[in-house]
């Protein structure tokens, strides 16, 4: 395979992994839009512009945060996100983890590839040694997802975090850099940690 990566950070057979940039609210939004269905009532990514940008800014500009967009290889449209917030450094090395695929791409595993590729470049480029995804019980989708990618169950809380009116539980999955290690390792890596 070819070192030229494009505007990928991590390849994988199907998808790659790019940085969020302005430029995509128009992508981002509209497919936003077509899955309020199957987001709700889990999660609510931005659907206009304005709000497309309050969403992205953190997630380009903060080293605290940073945010993958699962772009099909084939054509490049975006399929998902996976996004790692509250990065921690020092002894803690740590980060917690957001996503979502977008309806067009459900069911058909790109968000799965992308989040086993996210996990190398966390491992990898990012030094990171733990990743927690913290998950309402109801939803198996998103359970089944971290299950897959070698996540384990640590616990629960109740009340955690406001989402649509209300205070929801939510169970606390999490893996570490020295869990399969060998499910880690991207197909290619361009070795950069910048996030602007």
């Not at 990928?8 to 497919?31: H, I, N, S």
């Not at 839009?33 to 969403?55: D, K, N, V």
Request: some cysteine.
């Amino acid at each position: 395979m070819s070192d030229d990566l494009g505007p990928y950070l991590v390849t994988g057979a199907r998808v790659g992994l790019r940085q969020f940039r302005y430029a995509d609210a128009d992508e981002f939004t509209a497919r936003a839009r077509e899955s309020r269905a199957l987001h709700t009532p889990w999660l609510f990514p931005p659907q206009t512009a304005e709000a497309y940008e309050t969403y992205a800014r953190p997630l380009i500009e903060d080293p605290a945060r940073a945010g993958f967009l699962v772009c099909e290889r084939d054509g490049g449209g975006i399929a998902g996100f996976v996004n790692i917030n509250n990065i921690v450094r020092g002894s803690f090395l740590s980060g917690a983890l957001g996503y979502g695929a977008f309806a067009h791409a459900a069911g058909r595993g790109l968000l799965s590839e992308g989040l086993g590729l996210v996990l190398a470049y966390a491992f990898g480029p990012l030094g990171l040694h733990r990743l927690e995804a913290n998950i309402q019980p109801a939803n198996t989708a998103s359970r089944a997802l971290v299950r897959r990618a070698g996540f384990r169950l640590e616990g629960f809380s109740p009340a955690m975090l406001f989402i649509d009116g209300a205070w929801r539980d939510h169970e606390r999955w999490a893996t570490t850099a020295d869990r399969r290690p060998e499910d880690r390792r991207p197909k290619t890596t361009r070795l950069s940690t910048a996030h602007g």
